[in-house]
């Protein structure tokens, strides 16, 4: 391969192959190319496309193929790329770009992930239908998925070549959850949708169906009216199948979940659930994400591609009220789809959580089971006091927060609006805070936030600095240092990590950095008045 740099003008489709070339625009970040030096290798591409074309005169043309940094694309060609495709696409520094050229006109381009029908991209049934007691060597087992060997046989160059010469069309991105389903779930006027979130019965461990029924009975114990409940898990209703894996001795086994379960966590059943949601007119509903997760969305049951936030943005626009509160990894990605949202996990780290063994499920502090057991609180102060104030959603997030294992670092829709307005003021974020600096600082903030900051700083020096940046990093060191260790308890895993101290004081010294400059914003104030609601005062409309 050779480095090209050169302007071109966005065109039409191309006459003939003969005159065409094929660019490979990558960074040194790209996450694809090795995977495509494999298809490159398998194919047999090398230097140049063999691509069978009736228009050229033997029949077949040979169409090079060229690499080129995408530092050194021109500004000019930079320019007439698709906003998806091009700069400013969020994924633009990751993937690989293929660009299509005709005598100095780009005919279409895109990432090659596009060129494969993802649709196509299913579980096999070996994984999603495993025995009770599976050998070792068992396909359900598996934690890898089928991903690389889909993408090893479906991605190609001849796609791109297809649609420069007009043989078939650009393939329209996939939405498997579109918030449009034919049959949406019927809600009610207060409703809570339970999402257990996995992709196969291994992932979906022991851990995510015991938090559902222990959520469903903390917010059944409280007097909040009549709720509608909608669970989606596992192979939904009316499907028999191990859904579930847990350890005995040591070794992973399946079984079917002791769960009522109203539609399959797959794309049509979550769609069927948040359809309905989104189309109940003025409506109070909380949605509840237990399960797994990633950084490029959460999975759906026996399926490889993700639900994005950006699939579930229309949930901001819904006829009625939706909060959201996830328990999963990367879940703060989630933290701008509904009116206001408190999340387990930062958009970049991972939850504490989906243990397989009852003995760690009971020894985990686990955002989730924090929550809650502070939101459907009815504490010692409200029951001998009418006057005394509920708690709010906000409370409860603090609560949790305050309690997580070291390295934790939890999310509010606030705290996405907080990171957003310091990425554009960076100069305004202070390096550091003391803790004599958050400490003093208490007059400023609500009840729970006081008792937040006792915890967090409990047996810190004055003087020492809390860094308002690196938490994350932070986070991926410690959480490396606990890759073998899902089954231990909480007290054990914060003795691995050995941290000088709670990461999530940084978030709530953010926070505290942010409030102090007096920021006018709008939208902050109405995530703010929405996370401050208790859960009466939310289902209940007031």
């Not at 895109?110 to 599976?134: H, K, Q, W, Y």
């Not at 780290?349 to 502070?374: H, I, M, N, W």
Request: glycine share 8%; charged share 20%; proline share 6%.
């Amino acid at each position: 391969m050779r480095w090209w740099m050169a302007g071109v003008v966005l065109c039409g489709l191309a006459s003939s192959a003969e005159a065409l070339e094929i660019w490979l625009a990558s960074s040194e970040n790209c996450n694809s190319c090795a995977l495509y030096e494999r298809v490159a290798q398998q194919r047999g591409y090398g230097s140049a496309l063999r691509y069978a074309d009736p228009a050229s005169s033997p029949g077949n043309s040979r169409i090079p193929i060229l690499a080129i940094f995408k530092s050194a694309l021109a500004q000019d060609m930079l320019a007439q790329l698709p906003p998806d495709v091009g700069p400013n696409s969020p994924n633009w520094d990751v993937t690989l770009t293929v660009l299509v050229v005709d005598a100095g006109r780009v005919i279409t381009s895109g990432n090659i992930a596009d060129s494969a029908d993802n649709t196509e991209l299913t579980m096999p049934r070996a994984v999603m239908f495993p025995p009770a007691a599976p050998a070792d060597d068992d396909a359900s087992l598996s934690t890898q998925g089928p991903y690389n060997e889909f993408f090893l046989s479906h991605w190609n160059l001849e796609y791109f070549v297809d649609v420069a010469l007009g043989k078939k069309p650009k393939r329209v991105p996939v939405k498997l959850v579109d918030l449009a389903s034919a049959t949406p779930a019927v809600l009610g006027p207060r409703n809570v949708v339970l999402w257990g979130s996995a992709a196969t019965p291994i992932g979906n461990s022991l851990f995510i169906p015991m938090r559902v029924t222990e959520i469903r009975a903390a917010l059944e114990s409280q007097k909040l009216g009549s709720l509608r409940y909608v669970t989606v898990f596992g192979h939904g209703p009316g499907v028999e199948g191990n859904d579930t894996s847990y350890i005995v001795d040591g070794h992973t086994q399946f079984k079917r979940a002791d769960l009522h379960a109203d539609y399959a966590a797959d794309a049509a059943g979550l769609n069927s659930a948040l359809t309905g949601v989104l189309r109940a007119d003025r409506a109070r509903t909380l949605l509840v994400q237990v399960g797994t997760s990633g950084p490029t969305g959460a999975p759906l049951w026996g399926h490889g591609l993700p639900v994005t936030a950006a699939d579930l943005e229309p949930l901001k626009g819904a006829a009625g009220k939706v909060v959201m509160v996830s328990g999963a990894c990367n879940g703060g990605q989630f933290a701008k789809v509904a009116q206001c949202g408190f999340f387990a996990a930062h958009p970049d780290v991972k939850a504490s959580g989906c243990q397989l063994s009852p003995a760690a499920l009971e020894t985990s502090d686990d955002y989730l089971r924090l929550f809650f057991r502070a939101a459907a609180a009815k504490t010692t102060a409200n029951a001998r006091t009418r006057s005394a104030p509920a708690v709010t959603l906000y409370d409860a997030h603090w609560y949790a927060s305050a309690r997580l294992e070291d390295h934790q670092l939890s999310y509010t829709t606030t705290d996405a609006l907080i990171d957003d307005y310091f990425a554009a003021n960076p100069g305004k974020l202070p390096a550091t805070m003391t803790v004599a600096q958050i400490r003093d600082a208490v007059r400023t903030l609500l009840p729970s936030e006081v008792a937040a900051v006792v915890v967090l700083t409990a047996g810190l020096a004055d003087d020492r600095p809390i860094p308002l940046t690196g938490y994350v990093d932070a986070n991926h060191a410690a959480d490396a240092k606990l890759a073998a260790s899902r089954e231990l308890s909480s007290a054990e895993r914060n003795q691995i990590t050995a941290l000088p101290y709670k990461l999530e004081l940084a978030l709530l010294a953010r926070r505290l950095a942010y409030g102090a400059l007096h920021v006018a914003d709008p939208q902050f104030a109405a995530a703010t008045k929405c996370e401050q609601q208790s859960l009466a005062t939310f289902f209940s409309g007031r």
